[in-house]
Each structure stands twice: as C-alpha cells, then as structure tokens.
C-alpha cells in the first residue's frame, strides 16, 4: 500500500518535470476569443502554457518590433479590458500565466523569452512557441511577411524555438468575456481542439531546427451556419506555402474618391523554376479556396538563403 502510493507520487514528479512548456501568443490580442480557448485546452492537455500576447489588436504588423515607451498604457487596451494608466505589462489577477505587453507580436515574442520568462519562470526555455489561432486566414508569402501572427513565429524560430502558426476563417475580433463557451459548435472550441492534436505531435516528435509550420482552417461549426455540422473536425492536408496558387496584397486605383484601394490577387504558378521543397505538393491557398473542410498544413524554413543549384546558377550569371 505505502509502496504503491510512494510509487504514484514519483510518477506524479516525473510527468510534472517532464511537463513541455509552450509559449503562446498571437495579433489579435491576449483577449481575443481563440487564444483563450487555445490556452485552456492546452492547459488541459498538460502543457505548461505561457500567453504572452499585445494589449491591443495588431494585426499587419508582421515583424514590426515596438517596445513601450512608457511605464503605463496611454490609451485603454482592447476591449477596454485593460484601462488607461494600467502597467504597460501584466498579468491576469487570478492566472500568473496570462500576460499582456504593449507591443507588437514579434516584440512580445521578445519580452516573453527576453525578460519574463528568465524573471519570473525560472529562466525556462520554451520547447515551443505558438500563435494563434488567429481571426483571418495568413495564406502565402504576401501574408508570411504581413501578418502579426507569423512576425511571432518567425521571431522565435530565427532564435532556434520552433513555432506553430494558426489561423482560423474567421474575421470576427471577438473578447473571449463575450464569446467564449463551452458549445461543440463554436469556432474556438473547434480550432482548439485541431491546436491541442498538432501540437502534441509536433511537440512528441520534435522539430528539426530553424522550422515553422503554417496552418490554416477551413470554416467550421457556427461559421458555416447555425447548425451546420458538415465540418465540425476538419481534416488535415499537407501542402505547401508556394505552389500554383499564390495569393497577396496589391491595390487598384478608384477614379470616384481618386484614392488607391487595397485588395488582394491570385497569381497563378509564379514558381515556375521551383527547387524548394516538394514542389508537387499543393499550395496552402489553393487548399483554402477548396473549402472541403480541409486544413492546410505547409512546412517552412527561416533559412531564406537560396537553394544550393539557385544559389549556383545566379553565382554564375553574375561572374563570381
Ligand atoms: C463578434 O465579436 C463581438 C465582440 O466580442 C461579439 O460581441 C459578437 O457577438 C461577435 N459576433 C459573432 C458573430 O460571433
Ligand atoms: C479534400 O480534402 C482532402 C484532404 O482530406 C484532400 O486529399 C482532397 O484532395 C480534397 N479534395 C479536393 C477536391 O481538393
Ligand atoms: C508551372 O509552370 C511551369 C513552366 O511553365 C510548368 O512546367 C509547370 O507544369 C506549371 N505547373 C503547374 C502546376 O501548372
């Protein structure tokens, strides 16, 4: 009897140090619904999570590195959740593991792994860093470079941690006191649940060095309609960041306002010579556009030096 429970309190400091610590964050907000829904099913799996994530909505930011220039907020953070005057960092009253920064993804990726965590948790090195899931698909090179989301990933994978981006089909800046439940239907509950399933395999099979993984949901659940369950656990489908499709930001002229508009244009194989990659794979916006409840998975390097026969060819044409 004594042995046995001697036995399960070993077992239990085991698993407890053996406990792999997940830093996340995100752009839309550390109050944004799927973050917290991402956090607490994390949570649940046994992680040990750390939200570090901005204080308001910065979206588009893409790598853009701002650090406070004051000690306190000067204008309420989002969802007024956090006021004017408020410390530029802290954290949740009850939750020492949810933090807010003034600043941008990427800057938070840096306060997180800069400051908080060698101050106030034991100078712990995350196995892993990930973000989102956001609101709005980040397909494609234009939105590599664009997105907030992927400006925290690649600021923690050219540090030497691997990192996850999610993004889900939804444009809806949501405050998780207003939209966070416990429904099967529910968008945030969904991606959850897919965040807890690749983590977990990526966190079990550990990431070769410098390496991302882009991933972007279909429409789920409640974004679909009502009660439409056709995709309440979509599939995974393995493509590719590049390929035939590619999607980014441009703008036209309007002559009515003569102002610029921006929109987005799809290029068609632009990749004509590619040598990256498996390039017959599909490309991650071709998937999105599919919309046969699939979730693309695309495999990137921050490595953004040339392939060895690109590199060879343009050392030839230029006399080197
Ligand atoms: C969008 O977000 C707002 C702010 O949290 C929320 O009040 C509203 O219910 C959300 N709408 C939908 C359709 O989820
Ligand atoms: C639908 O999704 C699956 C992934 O589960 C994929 O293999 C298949 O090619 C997709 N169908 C179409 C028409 O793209
Ligand atoms: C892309 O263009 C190249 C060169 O024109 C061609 O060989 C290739 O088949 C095209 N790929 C696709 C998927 O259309």
Not at 197 to 225: H, R
Request: glycine letters at 8%; a negative charge; aromatic letters at 12%.
């Amino acid at each position: 009897m004594k042995c046995t429970i001697v036995l399960t309190l070993v077992y239990y400091a085991i698993m407890a140090s053996a406990a792999k610590t997940i830093l996340l964050s995100n752009d839309d907000g550390w109050a944004s619904t799927y973050i917290r829904a991402a956090y607490r099913d994390l949570k649940d799996a046994g992680y040990n999570v750390i939200l570090v994530a901005p204080v308001s909505q910065r979206s588009g930011y893409g790598g853009k590195f701002d650090v406070p220039t004051s000690k306190t907020l000067e204008t309420e953070g989002e969802f007024s959740y956090v006021k004017k005057g408020a410390p530029s960092w802290d954290h949740e009253k009850d939750d020492q593991n949810i933090w807010y920064f003034n600043g941008t993804p990427a800057s938070c990726i840096s306060f997180a792994l800069d400051y908080l965590l060698p101050e106030k948790f034991d100078n712990v090195t995350p196995d892993l860093v990930v973000a989102g899931p956001n609101e709005g698909p980040n397909l494609s090179p234009g939105f590599y470079t664009a997105s907030g989301t992927m400006g925290a990933v690649y600021n923690a994978i050219y540090r030497g941690i691997p990192a996850i981006s999610f993004s889900g089909s939804d444009f809806n800046n949501s405050f998780f006191k207003d939209s966070l439940d416990d429904s099967k239907s529910n968008p945030a509950n969904i991606y959850s649940k897919k965040v807890v399933e690749l983590t977990k395999k990526v966190i079990d099979g550990g990431m070769p060095a410098i390496t991302g993984i882009n991933v972007n949901f279909p429409k789920v659940g409640t974004l679909l309609g009502k009660d439409d369950p056709s995709c309440d656990d979509p599939k995974w489908q393995f493509g590719r960041m590049m390929g035939k499709g590619v999607f980014v930001q441009n703008m036209k002229y309007n002559s009515d306002s003569g102002l610029m508009e921006w929109g987005t244009k799809y290029f068609d194989n632009i990749s004509k010579d590619c040598d990256s990659g498996d390039c017959g794979l599909t490309a991650e916006y071709d998937i999105y556009l599919k919309n046969n409840c699939s979730t693309s998975v695309s495999v990137f390097t921050v490595d953004y030096d040339t392939t060895l026969s690109t590199s060879n060819t343009v050392k030839k044409l230029l006399g080197f």
